[in-house]
């Protein structure tokens, strides 16, 4: 066979193939004037074009760019830069990568895909379309799913899911969104610090089983704050996983253990972290409205065992006469930390308006003095999307009668549940109730000011101290959620 020539800006000379997949070949190349890169030759298939295939990614960080473009009589191509190596031949002998190698990884690429939110989801996120150039790892490949989704063939939309990195939504053919690509970085994180796939297939039956309904076997050896975010990244649910941004900023904000101490407690409570995330895809949990509700719910349940964890071992380390769990008492003050309790679909809500949130599930913790003048107080936990729509995470927020109704709870401020009650004391209608706490996020990196704050309150109640707050509501609450909002007559 005869030297092989492209046109396209520039004549670009192929060499030798470099690599290959299911859409396409990788050629070494030179251009007319000298430049070294690879072309990428993609067959053309039915329902592809190029509009769907290329992507105008200049600006964007931590992207392999695309040189020229172009097509031959049956081809797409793109020239690119010439990449050192992919992340494939990095971990192909095996074995786990150092955690400061495999974060500066997923940091680089968690950088790209924030860049890419609510523009463009790459799809196809895996070691072989993860490149490193001029010191950073980069995403290559973009537009080449997209494509291959266009098409009609079924050989063809076989090729366009990797299976061992895929999410579950990709496997039931729903929409792929930014949380697709995090699950995708989550799968890609467990192999590098795991040295294993989170899921090992063999096959496409299997894998497809195991992404919707199996757990990743536990993240041993890895700091409490990485196997939680890379269990998070995982679960099932597309709302509950982390935005890229919050993924990019707790990576970054990652940091080594300060002594043995805290490594060792901080590899316990990855072990229990992992441990809660197997209630993600217990079988036969009660369905609430659909696989969405259903899934969301055991997301909500590892993340509130993985809360509950990290306050557990705090009191434990310094309080040693509180005992060895919930509920905790030390003189006489008592900590509880109780549920998650499912939400049914319909308990928030009301006629009138239209909810401003979606509630999943809900729990409290409370604080008991022990004393009559002041019986303690007491905040809900609600896992729902109060702030950003579609984000799912755990809020907490406490209650209190409207100021103008002479009636009290027995804790100040108190905690309740998602009802009708609650409900509109979140609308534009004046009830019965109002918020005395505001809507705060408390996991997904934000856990230190509530354990911290709870940890607090439990000592000065058990010094005798605690008393009712000199306000209420104690913290301004207006604009820390998602209002309801009066349906229209009709």
């Not at 193939?17 to 251009?31: D, H, L, M, N, T």
């Not at 905690?415 to 409900?423: E, H, K």
């Not at 005395?436 to 101290?465: C, H, M, N, S, Y």
């Amino acid at each position: 066979m005869g030297v092989q020539r492209v046109q396209l800006q520039r004549e670009w000379t192929l060499g030798e193939p470099i690599g290959s997949g299911g859409f396409g070949r990788v050629f070494e190349a030179v251009a007319a004037d000298g430049e070294v890169g690879v072309v990428k030759l993609i067959p053309k298939a039915p329902g592809g074009n190029r509009e769907l295939l290329f992507e105008d990614l200049r600006g964007v960080p931590n992207v392999i760019p695309i040189l020229e473009v172009g097509e031959t009589p049956d081809a797409y191509a793109l020239a690119m830069p010439r990449a050192e190596k992919s992340l494939r031949e990095t971990i192909q002998p095996g074995g786990p990568l150092p955690l400061t190698e495999a974060l500066r990884i997923v940091e680089d690429i968690a950088e790209a895909i924030a860049a890419l939110e609510g523009n463009i989801v790459h799809r196809d996120i895996k070691p072989e379309n993860i490149l490193l150039l001029s010191g950073k790892w980069c995403l290559c490949d973009f537009g080449i799913a997209r494509y291959a989704e266009a098409t009609t063939a079924p050989d063809t939309q076989k090729y366009a899911l990797s299976a061992p990195y895929a999410a579950p939504e990709r496997w039931r053919g729903q929409r792929a969104s930014s949380a697709t690509d995090v699950y995708s970085l989550g799968a890609v994180a467990y192999e590098l610090l795991a040295g294993a796939l989170p899921f090992a297939g063999p096959d496409l039956a299997d894998f497809r089983e195991q992404h919707l309904t199996a757990d990743a076997p536990p993240l041993s050896g890895a700091p409490t704050a990485v196997a939680n975010l890379v269990g998070e990244c995982l679960f099932k649910a597309p709302e509950a996983r982390p935005t890229p941004a919050n993924l990019l900023r707790r990576v970054r904000s990652i940091a080594p253990p300060s002594s043995s101490a805290v490594a060792k407690l901080q590899e316990a409570n990855a072990v229990a972290a992992q441990a809660a995330g197997r209630a993600m895809t217990a079988a036969e949990a009660e369905r609430l409205r659909g696989e969405r509700r259903d899934d969301l719910l055991r997301a909500a349940k590892a993340s509130f065992a993985a809360l509950e964890s990290q306050l557990r071992h705090r009191v434990i380390e310094q309080a040693s006469q509180a005992g060895a769990d919930f509920p905790f008492k030390l003189n006489a003050a008592e900590l509880r930390f109780e549920g998650p309790k499912a939400v049914r679909d319909g308990d928030f809500a009301h006629p009138s308006c239209e909810a401003g949130f979606e509630v999943i599930a809900w729990g409290q913790v409370v604080v008991l003095t022990g004393k009559t003048s002041y019986e303690g107080r007491a905040h809900s936990l609600w896992f729902c999307d109060a702030q950003e729509p579609q984000v799912f995470r755990w809020y907490e927020n406490a209650w209190m009668y409207n100021a103008f109704i002479p009636r009290a709870y027995r804790f100040n401020p108190t905690a309740l549940p998602p009802s009708r009650d609650t409900f509109l004391a979140l609308s534009p209608i004046t009830d019965t109730h109002q918020l005395a706490w505001p809507f705060t996020p408390v996991d997904q990196g934000d856990e230190a000011d509530f354990i911290e704050r709870w940890l607090d309150w439990f000592a000065e109640a058990a010094l005798g101290k605690l008393g009712h707050p000199p306000r209420m509501p104690e913290r301004e609450t207006r604009g820390s959620f998602r209002e309801a909002k009066p349906r229209p007559w009709r």
